[in-house]
């Protein structure tokens, strides 16, 4: 691959796109612009060799057509001198210094073209770049958001289940500690009960032997 064709493919690069596939977003768009950089720094380096080279050309192409000029007034020189041979020579001359220029000036058209195409792809390289850091950091700084987001979600509920966890254990203590009560009250209201009835059937036999003894007694007077 050119370095224009793979100039081509960073210029399309589709920042989401890529960050969607990535594994690691992060590092994605740091390689991505590190890419980006080092194509911007190759392609800044043959634009200026593109740019040398026309300057050389159009040098070139303008001494050849000063040389076209030159010998054409030699020519004229010799005429008046009488010495066409020698006019006939500059025209001569005059004539292939006109084709070195036309040379020149189709591969000075050529180079322009090449030179015009590098530059432009530099500049939207270099815009490229900067809009790619730009939404790199945007991204990243939402990629983190969202992670830091995800880790306090999943805090919290991990608290929220130990949170759970503990007021349920309080719930059960509570209702534990209530059935004891409930159970001890029951207890106690049992044995008063059974204290009650102790007391009465302990009455009930008092009671039968003070009439035992009122019996006894009422029979061992005298009759008067």
Known sequence: ??????????????????????????????????????????????????????????????EHEAQVGD?????????????EDLARTALERSLSHAEMAKNFAAQLEHQTAETDLLRSSFLRLQQKLKETQAECELLLAQHRRARALERAQRAGNVAAVSGDQRLSS???????????????????????????????????????????????????????
């Open 170 to 224: 309080v719930r059960r203590r509570v209702r534990e500690q209530e059935a004891k009560s409930l159970a001890v009250s029951n207890l106690s209201r049992i044995a008063s009960n059974e204290d009650e009835l102790e007391r009465l059937e302990r009455d009930e036999k008092v009671d039968a032997l003070l009439e035992e003894i009122r019996q006894k007694q009422a029979r061992a007077l005298p009759l008067g």
């Open 71 to 83: 010998w054409k007034s030699k020519a004229g020189v010799a005429m008046i001198k009488k010495r």
């Open 1 to 62: 691959m050119t370095l224009l064709e793979r100039v081509t493919v960073l210029l399309r690069a589709n920042v989401n796109d890529l960050l969607d596939r990535a594994e690691d977003p992060e590092k994605t768009m740091k390689q991505l612009v590190l890419d980006m950089e080092n194509q911007l720094l190759q392609l800044k380096t043959q634009v200026a060799g593109a740019m040398a080279d026309q300057h050389m050309l159009e040098r070139k192409k303008s």
